[in-house]
C-alpha cells in the first residue's frame, strides 16, 4: 500500500487501536503517539494501546492517549513492527486481526491485512509526518514531539549514517512549528540512570577485543545485571558504544534473558552486514544493527557469534 | 556590517588570507574553510593562515588550503574571533591589520575594521552558508563539508539548545548538495581513540560522588595520564561527562599539570555556579563551566574544591 491509499484508508476508518512493538523504543512510541494524535485531529476516535514494557521517560508521549479497558476498536494498526512476535505480550490477542503496519523495517512479514513499508526511511516517524501531510493535518505541538522523538532516537540524534535530508527537514519543520527539542533531546541524549551508569563501566571493562581490533564483544550475565539493578533500558543500545572506539568495526553484546538464553545485538559499520549474520542464527534486522536470540552457555553463545563475525570481517 | 553588505565587500577585494582562533574547533575551521572555498568559487584568490594548533582531524577540511609561506594577502578575514588574543601566536602580526571579521560572539570586541556579528546564529558557519547565497554561489562538496562540520560541531550533532530550525535546513541542504555527512559525524561524534576510551574508563572507575550523589569528582595524576598516552585532546571536556548520570548537579576533574600543580574543570547545572566556585581558587569561567588552578597534593586539592562545592550544594 503506497502513503497516499493508507491515508485514504484511514480516513474512511473510525475506533483505532495502535500498537507498539515490545521493548518500544522512541520510534514505535513517538509514531504511535503522532499517528494517534492525527487521527484525532481529523476527528477520529484513537487510542494507543497500553504498552507493559513502556519505560517512564516515554511517558509524556502517550499521555491522554492509553486505550480504557472498555475501548472495543474498529480498526488495529501497527507502527514499527516488523513481525507479530514484536508486539508485546499484552497484544497478542491482536494477532491475526492487524488492518493495518506501518514500518520501515524491510524485513516486514507482512503480517497485516495492509502493510505500508518503506525501508528507505530512518524512522517511521517520517512516514508519520507525510501521512499527515497527504491528510492535511495542520502539527500540533504533541504530534511534532512524537514525529520529532521517533526520527532523533531512530537516527541518533541525527548522528548515525541513516540521517537523510528529510530527518533533518522534518526536525525542522517541527521546531518551526513551535517543538522546544532541547527537553527531549536532554532526556534521551544526554541523561544517563545510575544503573545505566554501571552498565556501560561493565561494559567496557569485560569488552574482548579480536581480528586485529575490528570486534569487541561483551557478555552480560544475569547475575550481572541483576546485581546492577539494570532494567531493560539501561540495556538498551549498548552494542553501539564499542563502535566508538577507533578501530573498532563491528561489536557484538549478549544479554542473559534466561537460563541458557541470550539476546544478542550486533552494530557494525560497512565492513560487516549485521542482519546477514544475526541471520546465521535465526535473526535479522538492518544491514548496520541486526539482533538474534541464542541458546546455550553464554561464553559458548557469544563464542560463536564471535566467530561468525570474525570470519565477515575476514579473520578465519 | 550586514551579511548584505560583507558579500558587496568581498566581492570587490581579493587576496584574501582568512585566520582561525586558537586550539581551533569545528567551527572557526569549517568556516574558514567554507569562506576560503566560496572564494576561491568567485574567481578570487583566498588561504587558510595555517594554524599551528590544528589538531590532525580537522586536516580534511583544510587540504589544499593553506597558505604558502610567500603570500601577501590583499584582505585578511578573521572567523569565529572574538578578541585578537584570541588569535593563534603565528597570526599576532596581523592583529591591528584585520579587515573582516565574521563571529557568532556577543562579546566580539569589534577589532576588525569591518564586523559582522550574530549572537543569534549556532555556528560562523550559518553566516557563511547565507554569504554562499547572497553571492549566488553554487554550494560544491568542499563548501558544504565546512559549512556541515560547523554547525555539526558547535550543536554537538543537533543536540545542544542552541540548535535552531536553520541548522536542520542548512544540514539538509548540505546533503541534497551530495555531502555525506557520515564519515564527518563518525569523526566528531562516534570516534574515540583507544587513549580517550581509556581516560573516560579512568574516569568513571575513580569518580568519589558525595552530597547525596550531586557532586562527582575525579583525580587524574600525571602519572596516571602518562600510562594512559593521553594528550590535551584526550583529556577535553571530561568534567561534562559525570553530568551526564542522573541526580549529578556539579562535577570536577582535577588534572595533574606538574609537581603540586593541578587544573580543575568543574561543569554544573543551576544548583551551582561553576565560575563563583572557581573563583574562590582564584579561577573563572562561566555558570556553568569554569576552571580554575591549584597548587598542593592531589587528593588535598580535590578535598578542598569538593568541599566548597557540598557548600554549594547545600551539604556542610
Known amino acids: 500500500m503506497t502513503l497516499n491509499e493508507a491515508a485514504a484508508f484511514l480516513n474512511a476508518r473510525n475506533d483505532f487501536l495502535i500498537l507498539t512493538h515490545k521493548r518500544p523504543d522512541g520510534d514505535t512510541v513517538g509514531s504511535g503517539a503522532a499517528l494517534c494524535r492525527l487521527l484525532r485531529g481529523?476527528?477520529?476516535?484513537?487510542?494507543?494501546?497500553?504498552?507493559?514494557?513502556?519505560?517512564?521517560?516515554?511517558?509524556?508521549?502517550?499521555?491522554?492517549?492509553?486505550?480504557?479497558?472498555?475501548?472495543?476498536p474498529q480498526t488495529v494498526a501497527a507502527v514499527d513492527v516488523a513481525t507479530e512476535e514484536l508486539l508485546p505480550a499484552s497484544a497478542q490477542p491482536?494477532?491475526?486481526a492487524i488492518d493495518l503496519c506501518i514500518d520501515h523495517h524491510g524485513s516486514n512479514t507482512g503480517f497485516a491485512r495492509q502493510t505500508v513499508v518503506d525501508?528507505?526511511?530512518?524512522?517511521?516517524?517520517?512516514?508519520?509526518?507525510?501521512?499527515?501531510?497527504e491528510l492535511h493535518f495542520s502539527p500540533t505541538l504533541a504530534f511534532c514531539q512524537g514525529i520529532y522523538t521517533?526520527?532523533?532516537?531512530?537516527?541518533?540524534?541525527?548522528?548515525y549514517p541513516n540521517t537523510t535530508p528529510r530527518c533533518h527537514t522534518i526536525a525542522a519543520a517541527c521546531m518551526e512549528n513551535g517543538?522546544?527539542?532541547?527537553?527531549?533531546?536532554?532526556?534521551?541524549f544526554e541523561t544517563k540512570t545510575r544503573a545505566r551508569f554501571q552498565v556501560e563501566q561493565y561494559l567496557f571493562s569485560h569488552l574482548q577485543?579480536?581480528?586485529?581490533?575490528k570486534l569487541a564483544a561483551a557478555l552480560f550475565p544475569q547475575e550481572a545485571i541483576e546485581e546492577m539493578g539494570a532494567t531493560a533500558d539501561d540495556l538498551d543500545n549498548l552494542a553501539s558504544l564499542?563502535?566508538?572506539?577507533?578501530?573498532?568495526?563491528?561489536?557484538?553484546?549478549l544479554t542473559q534473558l534466561g537460563a541458557e538464553l541470550f539476546k544478542a545485538s550486533?552494530?557494525?559499520d560497512e565492513q560487516v552486514d549485521a542482519s546477514a549474520l544475526c541471520a546465521q542464527f535465526g535473526g535479522g534486522g538492518h544491514a548496520r544493527a541486526a539482533g538474534c536470540t541464542l541458546r546455550g552457555e553464554g561464553a559458548d553463545c557469544l563464542q560463536r557469534l564471535a566467530a561468525a563475525a570474525q570470519e565477515a570481517l575476514g579473520y578465519v
Do not use: M
Open 94 to 96: 491482536y494477532a491475526g
Open 209 to 213: 577485543f579480536s581480528a586485529g581490533g
Open 266 to 268: 550486533v552494530r557494525s
Open 242 to 253: 564499542p563502535r566508538q572506539i577507533e578501530g573498532v568495526s563491528c561489536s557484538i553484546t
Open 119 to 133: 525501508p528507505s526511511r530512518s524512522a517511521v516517524g517520517e512516514l508519520i509526518w507525510e501521512l499527515g501531510e
Open 179 to 188: 517543538l522546544d527539542c532541547g527537553p527531549i533531546n536532554k532526556v534521551f
Open 150 to 159: 521517533a526520527i532523533a532516537t531512530d537516527t541518533g540524534c541525527f548522528r
Open 42 to 72: 481529523l476527528g477520529k476516535e484513537a487510542w494507543l494501546h497500553p504498552n507493559e514494557d513502556l519505560s517512564p521517560k516515554y511517558a509524556f508521549l502517550s499521555q491522554g492517549l492509553l486505550a480504557p479497558a472498555s475501548f472495543y
